[in-house]
């Protein structure tokens, strides 16, 4: 299994980044996926994840600008980040298989991708 995360880059504060989790030897659809993300110095923490029921969660911090969402037909899950603030800075992950959100307990994880906000 492989999820291969991409779509990171630097962007200003008020701008958009669309991440992408592409899978292989996985079902997407089939599993929970989520997005995580951790700064310097900082734990953790749940940005958003999708249930193979296709039900969102999301992280306190981003609801209402982050969107998550499935395209089965590609095995790709993807995170659209709107309205970026600095504080969103962080690399990011996809993880699938998610078990427990707040404990970020997942089957499988994806390398990392960077996201920087700055002006």
């Known amino acids: 299994v492989q999820l291969q995360a991409s779509g990171g880059g630097s962007v200003q504060p008020g701008g958009s980044l669309r991440l992408s989790c592409a899978a292989s030897?996985?079902?997407?659809?089939?599993?929970?996926v989520g997005w995580y993300r951790q700064a310097p110095g900082k734990q953790r923490e749940l940005v958003a994840a999708i249930t193979f029921a296709g039900y969102p969660k999301y992280g306190d911090s981003v609801k209402g600008r982050f969107t998550i969402s499935g395209d089965n037909a590609k095995n790709t899950v993807y995170l659209q980040m709107n309205s970026l603030k600095p504080e969103d800075t962080a690399v990011y992950y996809c993880?699938?298989?998610?078990?427990?959100?707040?404990?970020?307990?997942?089957?499988?994880w994806g390398q990392g991708t960077l996201v920087t906000v700055s002006s």
């Open positions: 030897g996985l079902n997407m659809s089939a599993n929970t």
């Open positions: 993880a699938a298989g998610v078990r427990n959100y707040g404990l970020g307990l997942a089957d499988y």
